[in-house]
């Protein structure tokens, strides 16, 4: 009765190898339904119109949004609630769904992406706080309603006057955004201290550029003054244009004079 003994050993159905292929492919195809949100929800911000039908705006005319209704209705309550930071559930989708496609740290995002409602209302609180661009077609600030609700909240709380609570706001949650984002789109250490090396190594290279590009234009204004003092004199100054003689400026200045000595005496 070998078949009760304990020396019986379950063989699982799919191996090791089979499964981790599995999981990948799984989590490609996830990859590429994030990938798909985002670039829907990319193409209903980019085509917003604020006089398209919607929740907020009730009108007769066919939406502008390249998404039809339904990006209309779904663009016009995110831009009016968070303003640009909407932005941000795109560049979220579209991290996660390179991660995912590309295998690289794809297994932090359940442990990141609580972090990401975090980030998006610091986002509309920093873009609340400046203001908006000229054509900002909602009556609200850059952060929609609920970046102005939190600036306005801040400034009531903090001491000095309003705009250098503004001024603080400003700072502290454009350094919040910075941190939240990270988190948010699953960087480590590793990934972080890269961008940064990238960013740092950039600033380095265009300080060099700006720098050459001010020697050169140094260097060309210097030798453009040394051929200029190296013309001679009478090619330097230009010549004088002719005035005539002192007897016809006197006679032009005292024609008016004359001219109404004459009219005057007719008169009489």
């Known amino acids: 009765m070998a078949f009760f003994s304990g020396e019986s050993r379950t063989t699982p159905l799919v191996d090791r190898e089979m499964s981790e292929a599995m999981r990948r492919r799984l989590t490609e195809i996830f990859g590429l339904g994030w990938g798909a949100v985002a670039a829907l929800l990319a193409l209903a911000l980019v085509s917003y119109d604020v006089n398209d039908p919607s929740q907020f705006n009730a009108t007769p005319e066919a939406p502008a949004n390249w998404l039809g209704y339904a990006g209309a209705y779904i663009a016009d309550p995110m831009m009016r609630a ?48 400046h203001a908006p661009w000229e054509g900002w077609p909602l009556a609200s600030g850059l952060g929609g309603f609920v970046g102005d609700t939190g600036v306005v909240s801040l400034i009531g709380i903090l001491p000095g006057d309003a705009t ?13 955004l910075v941190v939240t984002t990270g988190i948010a789109l699953g960087l480590d250490r590793r990934e972080a201290w890269a961008i940064f090396r990238w960013m740092l190594r950039s600033l380095v290279e265009a300080g060099r550029e700006l720098v050459a590009l001010l020697l050169a234009l140094g260097s060309a204004a210097v030798a453009r003054f040394r051929a200029w003092r190296a013309r001679p004199r009478s090619e330097r100054l230009a010549p004088a244009e002719p005035t005539g003689s002192w007897k016809e400026r006197m006679s032009a200045r005292m024609a008016p004079a004359g001219g109404e000595a004459e009219s005057g005496a007719g008169w009489k």
């Not at 992406?113 to 609180?125: F, G, L």
């Not at 250098?164 to 919040?176: D, E, Q």
């Open 164 to 176: 250098a609570a503004l001024r603080t706001v400003s700072t502290v949650f454009g350094a919040a």
């Open 82 to 129: 968070l303003g640009v930071a909407s932005w941000g559930l795109v560049i979220f989708f579209a991290a996660w769904a390179t991660r995912s496609l590309l295998h690289r740290g794809e297994a932090r995002l359940p442990r990141r992406a609580a972090a990401a409602p975090v980030a998006i209302v610091v986002a509309a609180v920093f873009a609340s706080s």
